[in-house]
């Protein structure tokens, strides 16, 4: 079975400072991964997804993740954030087989002016 | 499109009663799922359905966990004789397949006392 490990429970950030969400998966043939984000009293939303193709992806708010194969790791990262970007945000992972997608335990986000 | 809908928002109940929780997914998704959501931890799966018909059940889900889909539209999620360690949120998510991504709804906050 799928796992996932989302190495930094807590990550405090000044503004406009980049940041590097951190996220490995358990091995397997070929997966999807992705990342979600949950802003407070919200519920979870996507926020970018690898199927296949370039491995790096990208998302509409300037967050993008790139898929290594050979560390099994889909690291997000921003290159400057907002005290917008405040959040909990996790990682996702299915297999090709389309089984329900498996989450890591997630990383919370904290902007400081 | 009004996406996934949860109901209720909050549920308090006492130890020892039942309660069920109603889902209604985006009407062209054919797939839904239960997750559970605690405090500092990631979703956990509980089950899915594709259709009516209910494909997978995760160990976490006792006994006393029970979910229905009639006729492949709203699913239900009933806990019999609750406990406190069944404190949570409980999530429902819809899709169309694993590489779309989920639609999750805002959940329904558990607290057992």
């Known amino acids: 079975a799928q796992s996932v490990t989302q190495l930094d429970s807590q990550v405090p950030v000044f503004e406009e400072a980049p940041v590097e969400l951190r996220c490995n998966y358990s091995?397997?043939?070929?997966?999807?991964l992705f990342w979600y984000v949950q802003y407070p009293n919200q519920g979870l939303q996507l926020l970018l997804k690898?199927?296949?193709?370039?491995?790096l992806v990208e998302s509409i708010n300037g967050f993008e993740a790139e898929f290594n194969k050979s560390q099994t790791s889909f690291h997000l990262r921003k290159p400057s954030v907002h005290i917008s970007d405040t959040a909990e945000y996790f990682c996702?992972?299915?297999?090709?087989?389309?089984?329900?997608?498996?989450f890591g335990k997630g990383t919370r986000l904290s902007v400081i002016a | 499109d009004t996406g996934v809908s949860q109901n209720p928002r909050h549920k308090i109940t006492k130890r020892g009663q039942n309660v069920t929780f109603r889902c209604d997914p985006i009407?062209?998704?054919?797939?839904l799922y239960w997750y559970r959501q605690t405090l500092g931890q990631g979703p956990e799966f509980l089950t899915y359905?594709?259709?009516?018909?209910?494909?997978?059940k995760s160990r976490l889900l006792s006994d006393r966990f029970s979910a229905e889909r009639p006729k492949g539209s709203f699913s239900t999620l009933e806990i019999q004789r609750t406990e406190q360690g069944d404190s949570a949120m409980y999530l429902c998510?819809?899709?169309?397949?694993?590489?779309?991504?989920?639609?999750f709804g805002s959940g329904t906050r558990l607290t057992v006392v």
């Open positions: 998510a819809s899709s169309l397949a694993e590489i779309y991504g989920y639609t």
């Open positions: 091995s397997s043939v070929s997966v999807y």
């Open positions: 690898y199927l296949s193709g370039s491995t």
């Open positions: 359905f594709q259709n009516e018909a209910q494909l997978e």
């Open positions: 009407s062209e998704h054919n797939r």
């Open positions: 996702a992972v299915s297999d090709s087989r389309n089984t329900p997608l498996v």
